[in-house]
């Protein structure tokens, strides 16, 4: 099994800048995708950016020329900046293609991050 544990997040005002991280663990030998998603109040999760292993990075439209994801082997960050109130919301890591002793492809979500940009 694996697990992710995320740290960052909070409230900032429009303009400014936020980090996410996300760290998996347990008996992984190998992660294809890792990502953040969001959900904002009454909306749909959505996917804002992926890597791949291969550092092959995606971005939703929103956020291009904003957001930056990285990667170093199981832990990604998501670097926030210029802010908007349109990118609150809970942001939840994400593992897919996960290798580990019980799972072939597995799929692993964080617990969520609360991220709130006041305008």
């Known amino acids: 099994q694996a697990q992710l544990a995320e740290s960052g997040g909070g409230l900032v005002q429009t303009g400014g800048s936020l980090r996410l991280s996300c760290a998996a663990s347990g008996s992984i030998f190998s992660i294809n995708t890792m990502g953040w998603y969001r959900q904002a109040p009454g909306k749909q999760r959505e996917l804002v950016a992926d890597i791949t292993s291969g550092g092959a990075g995606n971005y939703a439209d929103s956020v291009k020329g904003r957001f930056t994801i990285s990667r170093d082997k199981n832990t990604v960050d998501l670097q926030m900046n210029s802010l908007e109130p349109e990118d609150t919301g809970v942001y939840y890591c994400?593992?897919?293609?996960?290798?580990?002793?019980?799972?072939?492809?597995?799929?692993?979500w964080g617990q969520g991050t609360q991220v709130t940009v006041s305008s």
């Open positions: 994400n593992a897919r293609g996960v290798l580990t002793w019980v799972t072939v492809w597995g799929e692993y």
